[in-house]
């Protein structure tokens, strides 16, 4: 069954520093998502991306994030200077496209992203 | 804008036992609504959905939720719980155009007592 895969695992980095979070989504989809989930609250919507380029993102997602789909597989998030509270599972999920119509977002494994 | 409302962070249930997650949404538009469960160490994988139809839904696993509009929820059962049903339990909407982003609730984590 074909599934969303995410790299790495686990990443830890320095306040300050930049970082990329990677993302596979499933190969047929065209609509891509990232998510986070700080510690102990809920999961919420950080950005949605089609047709190369960003069709939602919240207020969460400001000048320090970016996201990419730098060639036909990938789908990245960059954090350009991390700060202490950007610590968090970083969820990507992908679906399909059709206008109109709802399809499953379908959820990687997650990222967990620890700000030292 | 959309909003959810999970009224138990924590449910401890005896094994074989029946379960209620409840869930209450908040929406000016037509929604969507969802159950999503993430068991330890994994991502989220999708129970169930509503979009339209039948109030009664049915899902992965033996679980089951109804969509009761005048009440704005959308709780989630199962009659017999198993240990395997540990783990956390979202509950999400969206609006009704598709593609849209998910607003989820604050989770429902289940724990069963052998």
């Known amino acids: 069954e074909p599934e969303v895969t995410q790299t790495p695992s686990h990443q830890v980095t320095q306040m300050g520093q930049e970082v990329i979070l990677r993302c596979v989504p499933i190969s047929n989809h065209l609509y891509f998502y990232w998510y986070r989930q700080i510690l102990g609250q809920k999961v919420e919507f950080l950005v949605s991306?089609?047709?190369?380029?960003?069709?939602?993102k919240s207020e969460i997602f400001d000048d320090q994030f970016s996201v990419e789909r730098p060639d036909g597989s990938n789908f990245t998030l960059k954090i350009r200077s991390t700060k202490l509270e950007d610590s968090a599972m970083y969820f990507c999920a992908s679906s399909l496209q059709t206008s109109g119509v709802l399809y499953e977002q379908y959820f990687g494994p997650g990222t967990r992203l620890t700000v030292t | 804008a959309q909003s959810v409302t999970q009224l138990d962070s924590q449910v401890p249930v005896f094994e074989e036992a029946p379960v209620e997650l409840r869930c209450n949404y908040s929406?000016?538009?037509?929604?969507?609504l969802f159950w999503y469960v993430q068991y330890p160490n994994q991502g989220l994988q999708l129970l169930l959905k509503y979009l339209s139809g039948s109030t009664l839904v049915k899902g992965i696993n033996g679980f089951e939720a109804e969509f009761n509009k005048s009440q704005t929820s959308f709780h989630l059962r199962k009659p017999s719980v198993h240990i395997s049903d540990t783990a956390e339990y979202f509950c999400?909407?969206?609006?009704?155009?598709?593609?849209?982003?998910?607003?989820f609730g604050t989770g429902t984590r289940l724990t069963i007592i052998p």
């Open positions: 929406s000016s538009v037509s929604v969507y």
């Open positions: 991306f089609y047709n190369n380029e960003i069709s939602e």
């Open positions: 999400a909407v969206s609006g009704d155009f598709g593609n849209e982003k998910l607003t």
